[in-house]
């Protein structure tokens, strides 16, 4: 096929090392007339310096609630191939690992039905398959939906949950961030696909403290596995580090909280000191594992600082096991989720709830013991509250 | 049109299990070690003394099912039918004997794949739709990771740096892209509010729907003109009106441009996690390669290759030397726009006598 | 209460918001369990028919909401 449209400004950015979305909008654009038209609309937005994209109309497949966003070009006339562009969200597998078969299946329904073009993924976790038109919405879901496959969350719902890789491959994973990930998915498939919160809710699950998936920035319930108990010290492999890395320097020198030293040729931590960082096992993963007692740090709250600033997420059970059937985990979230709804404002994230009427008042109505684990510091002032039976009357 | 086949709802995902590589399952929950072999290939040894050898590649996260499909030839080829994508759009393949990794990493080579990624270097950059799918956005994203991972790519494939470097792009504050804890993020910024078509808004926005989308309430009705107002000094350009009420657009090609924030990270290695800071307010939107970014980032890069030592990240290195002296050290002009008057402002105010004089 | 009967009142209920104020599907719950006196869960399985047989559909401006579908 020969070129639609000329595209200056893009070639430029099929130059350099790195691999190109320019190439990839092309290949598409051979046997997609959607992604040609992309191709000559994006070309435009480079000329103009500004999107040619807009919102409107109400797009979904039948009794969900979300898993497809709606998009339309602003200049249809122009590019009717982009007229209608939506994003279809399908919910990956835990940990985003796939056969070849599975990869040919997607691309089969996408190319039948789409523009060709996907994301892998979209920052949520999601297979996103990118543009299609609002006829096609219902066929493509069933000829996923057959296959078993699934949509994935948008809207004021449960997001897609997400996780590090864990168990599959990695010895620092103190949890099944997978399986955790898969039966929170298959738990909440209600939740996901019919939107009934105050506004959206991401569970991001990682196996350690390095936090490969960023829950901590970008979850509204982070599960972070951790353990309890000595970090396992293998001495010989200690000794074999010698020469390698300057283990003083390196390792004992940057331990945050100094519990570490050398004794002799043995490498001695006092554990009660030890905040569980991960730097020492992630600079000699031979020599160190994590201790034997292993669960996981529950953290909440985070989000982007739209609209009164960013939020990490903060400690709210430091430490519960993170095993199947997850009872005691299941019934907390059912628990804070009633709260968010008898209390949240539309479109306000928990975090921002939590903010707004008070931390205290989050614990004491979830009956939730306070810790010291769950602040960074104790309060500066003396303008707390009391309830009346605190008071002697 | 043709029969289709039955839908069926609430099934959720496939089960992961059916994707694991036979030593991955194998082995899952009883690895051992990992040693990086090159920047771009890794061996995990399992108890059982199984090993696992990963390439990871690159790819721009926009992918045409033609790539896809040659992805899924070579890993049918030589990675008995597995392969993995990763939180940062690289891509792995998976082999189960060291002597298949050459073939494997000659054929991704041979094919154009970028292999690198692992280690304290660059890795892919996470970013959002910008002009290629979104109607919010003040720039493009894919444009942006394109340029700078052009110039940063032996970071990828071959040089080492102090630590990590995580870079991330948004597109506009709405940062669906996850930059607010990176080592250095861009993000899009729109630097005027909305610009309203009272006729347009009369005949195709419904106002109550407009005013609500508002995130901090800026929007209220203007009866005589059967449209809406916005009150100035309450928006913060985030574009939400223009999601509902295509009459208000907020693009503006002269003034929307890209800001710089640094110095977060999310990993808990040595320090706590840290939010990103601004580093640059403003730079132009200058497409198709953004000059004046890619040479900002790099400007940035090398002062914290310049002052890193081993294994701090660029938050670390900058809390050691402290703000005031990374704006010496990376050659950056402090502004009025650097000054907190948001939500935590008052913390950011040096209350301590004690600073280091510089330029 | 009857099922259809209780379809009725959730459907005349967005009828009557439709223009007015948009309905999350909470909202909903909230009112219509307070009203009648019944669960939740049993306004959310009439509400889920309806969803399901296209009457009622969720649509999405910056929140989810439960509307009357356009007529097409
Ligand atoms: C008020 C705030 C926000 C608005 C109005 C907003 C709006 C949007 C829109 C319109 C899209 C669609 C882009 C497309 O065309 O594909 C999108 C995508 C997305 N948003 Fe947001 N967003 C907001 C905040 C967030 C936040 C805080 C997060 C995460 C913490 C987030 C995560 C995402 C993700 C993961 C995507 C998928 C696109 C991608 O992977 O690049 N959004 N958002
Ligand atoms: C010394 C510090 C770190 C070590 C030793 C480390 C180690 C690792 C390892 C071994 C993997 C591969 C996991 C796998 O897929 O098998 C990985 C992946 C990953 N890590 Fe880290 N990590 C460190 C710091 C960080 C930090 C600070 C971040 C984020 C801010 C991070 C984000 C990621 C992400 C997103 C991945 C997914 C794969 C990819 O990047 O392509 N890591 N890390
Ligand atoms: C409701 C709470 C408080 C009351 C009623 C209070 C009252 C006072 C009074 C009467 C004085 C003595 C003034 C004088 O020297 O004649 C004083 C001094 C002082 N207060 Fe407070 N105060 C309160 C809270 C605090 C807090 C929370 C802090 C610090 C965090 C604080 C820090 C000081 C300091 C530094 C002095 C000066 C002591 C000195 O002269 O060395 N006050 N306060
Ligand atoms: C200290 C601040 C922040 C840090 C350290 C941080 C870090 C991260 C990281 C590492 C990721 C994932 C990268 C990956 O996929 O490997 C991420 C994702 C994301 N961040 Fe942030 N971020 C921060 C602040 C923000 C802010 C302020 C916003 C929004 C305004 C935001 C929105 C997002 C979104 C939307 C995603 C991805 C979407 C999702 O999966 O939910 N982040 N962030
Ligand atoms: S978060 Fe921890 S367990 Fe998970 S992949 Fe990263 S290092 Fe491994
Ligand atoms: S995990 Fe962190 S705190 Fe604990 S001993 Fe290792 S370096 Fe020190
Ligand atoms: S960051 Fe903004 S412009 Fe970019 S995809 Fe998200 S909402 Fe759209
Ligand atoms: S751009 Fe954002 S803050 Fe400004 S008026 Fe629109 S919705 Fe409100």
Request: with cysteine; hydrophobic share 40%; proline share 5%.
């Amino acid at each position: 096929m020969s070129k639609k449209y000329q595209t200056p400004l893009l070639d430029e950015l099929k130059k350099g090392a790195f691999p190109s979305f320019v190439t990839e909008i092309e290949k598409a654009a051979e046997h997609s007339d959607m992604a040609a038209d992309l191709l000559g609309l994006v070309e435009l937005s480079y000329k103009e310096r500004m999107t040619h994209w807009k919102h409107g109309g109400i797009v979904g497949v039948r009794g969900y609630g979300g898993g497809v966003i709606g998009r339309y070009s602003d200049i249809p006339e122009k590019f009717p191939g982009v007229a209608h562009f939506h994003t279809v969200r399908i919910n990956s597998p835990s940990g985003f690992f796939y056969t070849s078969d599975a990869i040919r299946q997607v691309c089969d329904i996408w190319d039948k039905y789409g523009s060709g073009l996907t994301n892998m993924h979209g920052s949520t976790g999601d297979l996103v398959l990118l543009g299609t038109k609002t006829e096609h919405l219902e066929s493509i879901f069933a000829e996923f939906s057959s296959r078993g496959w699934d949509l994935g969350g948008s809207g004021s719902a449960m997001r897609t949950p997400s996780c590090c890789v864990g168990k599959a491959r990695c010895e620092w994973a103190n949890i099944d961030t997978m399986a955790i990930t898969n039966d929170i998915t298959q738990h909440f498939q209600d939740e996901m696909h019919r939107p009934a919160f105050p506004y959206k809710f991401k569970f991001k699950t990682a196996g350690c403290a390095v936090d490969c998936i960023a829950s901590i920035a970008r979850a509204d319930m982070s599960i972070i596995g951790t353990w309890k108990g000595d970090i396992q010290i293998d001495q010989a492999e200690v000794k074999n580090y010698k020469g390698k890395i300057d283990i003083q320097a390196e390792v004992i020198g940057m331990c945050p909280t100094g519990c570490m030293k050398m004794s002799g040729d043995q490498l001695v931590i006092d554990n009660s000191n030890c905040s569980r960082c991960m730097h020492c096992l992630a600079r000699m993963p031979k020599a160190l594992r994590p201790g034997k007692e292993r669960g996981a740090t529950l953290l909440m709250g985070s989000k982007a600082p739209i609209v009164t600033g960013a939020l990490m997420s903060w400690v709210i059970v430091p430490f519960i096991k993170m095993e199947p059937p997850y009872e005691e985990f299941y019934e907390l979230i059912g628990k804070i989720w009633e709260w968010w709804d008898e209390n949240g404002k539309n479109r306000e994230r928990i975090g921002e709830l939590i903010e707004r009427v008070g931390f205290p008042r989050f614990l004491k109505d979830l009956d939730i013991k306070p810790h010291p684990a769950m602040v960074k510091e104790p309060r500066r002032d003396p303008f707390f509250f009391w309830s009346e039976e605190d008071i002697v009357r | 049109m043709s029969e289709l086949p039955q839908r069926q709802t609430d099934i959720g995902p496939p089960h992961y299990e059916q994707f694991l590589h036979p030593v991955i399952k194998k082995n899952y929950g009883k690895w051992k070690y990992h040693e990086i072999l090159t920047p771009g290939s890794m061996v995990h040894v399992s108890d059982t003394g199984d090993k696992i050898y990963t390439v990871r590649v690159a790819s721009p996260r926009l992918l045409s099912t033609d790539t896809l499909r040659v992805m899924a030839d070579i890993a049918a080829k030589h990675c008995d039918g597995y392969l993995r994508f990763t939180t940062r759009n690289n891509v792995e393949f998976f082999v189960d004997a060291e002597s298949k990794l050459a073939p494997l990493m000659s054929e991704l080579k041979a094919k154009g794949f970028m292999i690198g990624g692992i280690g304290p270097g660059i890795s892919n950059i996470v970013h959002t739709q910008g002009w290629v799918h979104c109607h919010s956005a003040a720039t493009d994203a894919s444009g942006l990771v394109k340029v700078i991972m052009d110039e940063l790519h032996e970071y990828f494939t071959e040089k080492q740096l102090a630590n990590r470097v995580r870079i991330a792009v948004a597109c506009c504050v709405n940062m669906c892209g996850a930059v607010h804890c990176s080592d250095i993020a861009l993000v899009g910024v729109h630097k005027t509010p909305p610009r309203i078509d009272d006729t347009n808004v009369k005949n195709s926005c419904e106002i109550p729907s407009t005013i609500a989308s508002c995130p901090t309430s800026a929007i209220s009705p203007d009866p005589a003109k059967k449209s809406v107002k916005i009150k100035l000094e309450k928006c913060m350009y985030c574009g939400n009106c223009y999601s509902v009420c295509p009459a208000m657009p907020i693009a503006d090609p002269i003034n929307d441009g890209i800001a710089i924030v640094v110095g977060g990270k999310v990993a808990n290695l040595r320090s706590a996690p840290m939010f990103s800071k601004l580093a640059i307010p403003w730079l132009p939107n200058n497409p198709p390669r953004w000059p004046e970014v890619t040479n900002a980032v790099k400007q940035i890069l090398n002062a914290y290759i310049a002052g890193a030592k081993k294994h701090e990240r660029v938050g670390e290195w900058i809390k050691r030397i402290g703000w005031e002296k990374f704006f010496q050290e990376a050659n950056l002009e402090f502004k009025i726009q650097h000054v907190d008057d948001f939500t935590f402002a008052r913390e950011t105010f040096r209350t301590t006598a004690a600073f280091k004089w510089t330029t | 209460m009857d099922k259809e009967e209780l379809k009725k009142v959730i459907y005349d209920l967005v009828e009557a918001s439709t223009g007015k104020k948009k309905l999350k599907q909470t909202d909903i719950l909230k009112k219509v369990s307070a009203d009648k006196g019944i669960e939740k869960d049993e306004v959310k399985a009439a509400l889920r028919e309806l969803v399901d047989a296209g009457t009622l559909i969720f649509t999405y401006f910056g929140g989810s909401y439960i509307e009357i579908p356009p007529k097409a």
